[in-house]
């Protein structure tokens, strides 16, 4: 099969993150600031990435604002011909700080937000990050840059949704993400407590129908229905290895974000093998590429290229098979585990995220 080049590319500057999010999705073991790649190396990986073919940057993390070299490694990419968006939690997003990255090239700003108000967003960050946050987002909008509101909904803020649409609104988001936690890392240990209710999901549909049509012309609105509802999985990353790559804070090289959740798959680190081998050669990379690896039912399916199989860390995480079909398609034998899952899940108290 042939291999085509990546689009994107996530760059996970640091894990160091001023939240204690709850549905993080980051790994348990966080990589230390110690461990960290240098600002050369992250320069590397960048001129690696765009002689790959990359195109967009998401500067991430943790919080990349975090990294005191943020400006310069923003200014390479750009300078590289690369569309650099930021993600993230807006502490520490100053008026000064925003204009500098903007003169160095910085495209786009993605502000996470945990809450309709102070009150349940602070919950769940776990800091009174909200107003920080209000202030990040004029100071986007003051800049004339465009702005994208991600939000992770759960069982504590489903029923906020409304409000939250409003929220993105008044901010003058161009677009908004209203996406159900997905359980991976942290998040996976506290999904009894972020699972919404099949009520929660069911109110919330004509909300968003609505608000979706009435917003049409001012803020795109991407909503992501909890998948273990759903009858079919979500085609993550577009396919195993087809359009994105991330690098994790010390060089690990992932196929998708969640990827070292497959205690199976052997990663391959930018700092002893060149970008290019590992994004067309490595076994990382080629383990679930295109349908040769799929099987029964998604061998014999009509829907094998359009979700791919769902996601393979989610396989992996709930059958202990990365190269099971996800078990949320209702065509898996291993549906079952997904049903019981929602049938006994108990709300409970979630664990905020720690460090360690
Ligand atoms: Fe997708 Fe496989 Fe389910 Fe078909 S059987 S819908 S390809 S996960
Ligand atoms: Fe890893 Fe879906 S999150 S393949």
Not at 85 to 103: F, H, K, P, W, Y
Not at 281 to 295: C, H, K, L
Request: hydrophobic share 40%.
């Amino acid at each position: 099969m042939t291999i085509p080049p990546p689009l994107g590319l996530l760059a996970e500057l640091t894990h160091r993150c001023p939240l204690h999010c709850p549905y993080c999705s980051n790994p348990i073991e966080l990589v230390t600031r110690a461990n960290e790649m240098t600002t050369e190396q992250w320069i590397s990986v960048l001129t690696q990435a765009r002689d790959l073919g990359v195109l967009q940057v998401h500067m991430s993390g943790g919080e990349p604002l975090a990294r005191h070299d943020l400006p310069a490694l923003v200014a390479h990419a750009s300078d590289l011909g690369c569309y650099v968006n930021l993600v993230t939690s807006g502490l520490g997003l100053t008026e000064e700080r925003l204009t500098d990255l903007a003169g160095r090239g910085l495209a786009h700003v993605q502000l996470s937000v945990q809450g309709a108000d102070a009150a349940m967003a602070n919950r769940i960050a776990g800091v009174r990050a909200h107003h920080h946050k209000l202030a990040a987002a004029a100071v986007v909008k003051r800049l004339d840059l465009p702005l994208t509101v991600n939000v992770v909904l759960h069982r504590a803020n489903h029923h906020q949704v409304g409000a939250l649409i409003e929220l993105a609104e008044q901010m003058g988001a161009d677009r908004l993400e209203l996406a159900n936690t997905q359980y991976y890392g942290w998040g996976l240990r506290n999904r009894d407590a972020l699972m919404p209710t099949a009520d929660q999901l069911a109110a919330a549909e004509p909300v968003v129908r609505a608000a979706t049509e009435r917003l049409r012309d001012k803020m795109l609105i991407v909503y992501v229905v909890s998948d273990y509802y759903s009858e079919y999985p979500k085609p993550c990353m577009y396919g195993w290895g087809s359009r994105q790559l991330t690098v994790a804070p010390n060089g690990d090289v992932l196929p998708c974000p969640a990827a070292s959740a497959i205690a199976t798959l052997k990663l391959d680190n930018v700092l002893s093998t060149a970008l290019s081998d590992i994004w067309y050669r490595s076994e990382s990379f080629n383990a679930y590429r295109g349908t040769d690896w799929m099987p029964e039912p998604c061998r014999g399916c009509a829907r094998k290229e359009v979700d791919f199989g769902g996601c393979r860390c989610q396989a992996f995480l709930l059958t202990g098979d990365a190269a099971a079909t996800d078990p949320v398609c209702t065509k898996s034998p291993a549906r079952g585990i997904v049903d019981r899952i929602l049938a006994e899940t108990t709300p409970s108290e979630f664990v905020m995220r720690v460090s360690r």
